[in-house]
């Protein structure tokens, strides 16, 4: 096994790319073997931690005992681990909280090769283990738990989480809340850090990664999780083809099949064809992820082995598990155990989640209670989470979700919470006993106009939303971004093309808004008229060639924080005014929009984009919402051939090329596919800068970190470490 290596985070700013390859050497450059020698220190540290209150301050001074393993020795040192804002007021809380800064923000720890000298656990499971229905604590984790400091203060436990999601289909909810991936991103995207494999390296040329499990890691139910978990996944889940049909384009890197090996039952072996040097950052981004989101789709990188082999063909006889599976309502066992393995819809399915699910996604209240097995601390040895329960209610009415927000009804609430109601939020705060906090993303834009590169539903129509550039830039030229901007954004947002100057580092060229990011009518209509779209009908709209009129249909999905559907009859009646181009929007819900997509269906389509970090986010690969049949190719290029957009083939290859170098030989391979896909307009971009998230915050929840990024591949708030959130006061 080769000694522990933290893989720096892939950062896009090039003024810190140099930096990066320097800080990558020096981490790499710690896989050789280390030199043992018996050491023991005894260092006494006490710090004076000054916190200003309301213009008083307050002393804090901690010591705490930390012991450290070199290669089979001990290192015993003393030393300090701050305790910040412990005991304050709700209101002096608050107004501590604005010395939390992005130069000084206030964000929870991982105490790497910390152990505390003992553990405890919350009162409702001491009652449990004192009936004899739970073991003791310290026989529930691991010897050496991860251990995160939180961002505020220790504790207390108990209490609730009250939110609100969309329902069913709300998938984000337990993909980003409760995370389950072997490794994780510390909250500021600085590292990737511990998980559940606590140790993890590669060999020179990275076609090998080792990672260690934490020893005695149990799931939920007890059940000890090992490298068979993983093998099970990779050998019978992922590695059976009535499972998985297509696996995830990492798992062919190299164009072979990557080999998973159990070493011993907590080390792991994963080898490629070629060089992966950004696999472990992969594993604790959305890419990889874990089984809670991923498992529906039979990926996530594990699975629990002991409850899912009842159900597989491969163990109990294609007979039995078809009759399991017909028994249940399910065609075949293939599709059964895909249910199975879903968590948020199966609360029989052993987890490695804070909280396991009680009751399911698809319930009224969906609740979810504390995982007595859960391997996490904080630096006192209390096992985490704080919460005994998380109860999230049903609400598929965005307004009425909005409304509840308005009037405090919920702890913490992030999702759905539609920004122009911003000042209606700042209003209320104080009866609502709320804060407001906002969440910023990098080049997101919440309401962008995509079309369809793979679809052929009218040849006529598609020679111009597929074919022509020069169409959709027409289009974007004709659009009132600073109408946009007032009436969704406050007038806060960043007008322009989707690639806005200076809204990410890769956008660093005017060029993209100059030409088209821009509200330009008159040479809008030269284009279209140049494009032979020059007749309109009696109502003022053009014609295709053919004579019939071009009508332009867009999906738009409901109950989103913005109504993209409101927002696409206001781009019609631009259309309309400026360039006779007549649009139909057709509201439908988010299921069934993944229906579309999966279809090939849709001419095109109103959504949000992701925060633009080109390679850990993927955004250099064709999506659903763009390109279905290119997604599906993308996915595995060395299995087949795309005849689509040949731009398409030429980005994804830049894509793949970036991937199989270091952070700083990969800005022109990136640069070059944020080239090609701002220069061929696959959507169009309309307000950028505003803020992703607004989140409501009641004045009594702790340990929420400040500033908290936002990005789709860190799992935003997961990168929260949401484990640590508690409540100060159980009054409701």
Known sequence: MSSKLTIPTLRVFRRYILAL?????????????????????TRVVEVEKEVKVKGDTVVETVVVEKEVKVKGDTVVETVVVEA???????????????????????????????????????????????????????????????????????????????????????????????QDRSLAWATDYSSVVPKIFDEWGANGDYTVWEFHIREGIRWSDGDPMTTADYMFWYEHIAGNTEVVKSLPFWMNWGGEVAKFEAVDDYNLRVTFAESFPIFAEFIASSTVGGPTPNGRKGLGMYAPSHY????????????????????????????????????????????????????????????????????????????????????????????????????????????????????????????????????????????????????????????????????????????????????????????????????????DDSKWDDEFGVLRVDEANKVLDGLGLSEKDSSGYRLLPSGERLTLELVAPTNYHIDHSEFGEMISQMWKENIGIDLQVQPVSKSLLGEIEAGNEHMGEINVTGPFFPVLESRLLPSTRWGPLAKQWADDPTASEYGGP????????????????????????????????CDNVPYIGTVTGAAERVGIVKNYVRNLPYPLPFSVFGGTPGNAFIETLSLATQER
């Open 308 to 507: 899912l082999e009842q159900f597989h063909a491969e163990f109990v006889g294609a007979d039995e598990a078809n009759k399991l599976a017909e028994d249940a309502g399910f065609e075949g066992w293939a599709k059964y155990i895909l249910n199975r393995n879903d968590a948020p819809l199966n609360p029989d399915l052993p987890v490695m989640t804070p909280w396991l699910n009680i009751t399911t996604i698809a319930d009224s209240q969906w609740i979810l209670e504390r995982n007595p097995y859960y391997f996490v601390t904080d630096q006192e040895g209390n096992q985490l989470p704080y919460l005994d329960r998380v109860v999230l209610t049903m609400t598929e009415d965005n307004n009425v979700l909005n409304l509840n927000a308005i009037a405090g009804q919920y702890d913490l609430q992030y999702r759905h919470t539609k920004f122009a109601n911003y000042p209606v939020f700042q209003e209320n705060a104080s009866k609502g006993n709320y804060r407001i906090q906002l969440f910023r993303a990098p080049g997101r834009h919440q309401t962008t106009i995509y079309f369809n590169m793979d679809w052929a539903g009218d040849p006529e129509i598609a020679a111009f939303t597929v074919d022509s550039v020069d169409f959709r830039k027409a289009l974007s030229m004709a659009i009132d971004r600073e109408q946009i901007n007032e009436v969704y954004y406050l007038g806060v947002g960043q007008e322009g093309s989707y690639c806005a100057q200076g809204s990410t580092v890769w956008y």
């Open 21 to 41: 390859l320097a800080i990558t050497a020096v981490f790499y450059g710690c896989a050789g073997e280390t030199t043992s020698t018996t050491v023991e220190v």
């Open 646 to 677: 040949e731009w398409i083939v030429g980005m994804v290859d830049d894509y793949y090329a970036a991937l199989a170098k270091g952070p700083a030989d990969r800005v022109d391979d990136v640069q070059s596919g944020v080239n090609a896909l």
């Open 84 to 178: 910040p804002r412990a005991g304050m007021s709700d209101a002096d809380y608050v107004a501590s909280r604005e010395n939390c800064t992005t130069e000084n923000p206030c964000h929870p720890k991982i105490l790497t090769d910390f152990v505390p000298s003992s553990f405890s656990e919350a009162p409702m499971l001491t009652d449990l283990v004192n009936a004899g229905k739970l073991p003791p604590v310290d026989q529930r984790i691991p010897a050496k738990p991860l251990v995160i400091q939180p961002a505020d203060q220790v504790g207390p436990y108990g209490g609730i989480w009250n939110l609100a999601h969309g329902g069913s289909g709300d998938r984000a909810v337990p993909s980003r809340n409760w």
